[in-house]
């Protein structure tokens, strides 16, 4: 299937978790949703900071 832009940067941002050996999905949300949580916890929302994340700024938030 044709993947969105959304779709696109949650799969490549799961990828790069997965990477680094964070069980990670993406699952769809409403639209213009892109959040990532770990352990039911937020820790990124694009709604929150009004942007995409920065490559490696999630994955740098998990590591800390």
């Known amino acids: 299937p044709d993947l969105s832009g ?3 940067r949650a799969a490549s ?3 790069e978790l997965a990477d680094q050996g964070f ?3 993406a699952t769809a ?3 213009g949703q892109f959040d990532v949580l770990r352990d039911g ?3 990124y929302s694009k709604s929150k900071e009004h942007r995409f994340p920065h ?3 999630v994955l740098s ?3 800390q």
Request: net charge negative.
């Open 41 to 43: 916890e937020l820790v």
């Open 23 to 25: 069980d990670a999905t």
């Open 61 to 63: 938030s998990l590591q």
């Open 55 to 57: 490559p490696g700024e």
């Open 6 to 8: 959304y779709d696109k």
């Open 29 to 31: 949300g409403r639209t």
């Open 13 to 15: 941002l799961a990828a």
